[in-house]
């Protein structure tokens, strides 16, 4: 299986690219700037693009010329809670948030869809920050919106890739000791990722842009 990860550097990225190379898998792991540990992997399968999905810039790498599976890990979190409250946040942080962790995916499947068969699947990984049902805090607006957004954006992929028998997918992969979250997660990155990839796994047992935690939960909108 070939697979496409983005934000494939650190965190729930590198996991995932760590998991699919264990599995065998072809994995071409996309980086912003640095590919930090993935430099140092070792592996015949392992192919590195550098790819900036805040930009509209091509990537930088051969890819390959059919996909399995594209997961849309890369995104940001934006500035710390100060930065997010109503009073404190600026229009040019809500933009750079909402490009990165939604227009990204978008950008990232418009330029790769044509390398997609019948049978291949797109897991977007967004947030339960982003649903409104489970919003009781307020607060951090740029990450929520974003989020949220793209939880729309995989649905309305999700019904025009149908035809082509692409399956589309929502994650969220819960509460995790990343350096997003400055290591105040819940569980590891381990956890989560091998949660996603059952998910992503089983992804056409649940409906097409359903959004769906790493532990097999339905998440609301």
Known sequence: MNVLITGANRGLGLGFAGYYLDQGHDVWACYRRDAGELAATRSEQLHLIRWDVGCDDHPAGELPEQIDLLINNAGIYGPGEDGQTLSGVSSTTMHEVFNVDCVGPLRVVQHLAGRMTRGSTIANVSSKMGSSADNSS???????????????????????????????ITLHPG???????????????????????????????????????YDGQRVAY
Not at 142 to 166: E, F, N
């Open 138 to 168: 307020g607060g951090t607006y740029a990450y929520r919106a974003a989020k949220a957004a793209l939880v729309i954006v995989s649905k309305s992929m999700s019904v025009d890739l149908a035809p082509a028998g692409i399956h589309v």
């Open 175 to 213: 509460w995790v000791k990343t350096d997003m979250t400055h290591r105040t997660g819940l569980i590891d990155v381990a956890t989560s990722v091998s949660g996603m990839c059952k998910v992503i796994k089983q992804a056409r047992d649940y409906d097409p842009g359903c959004f769906i935690a």
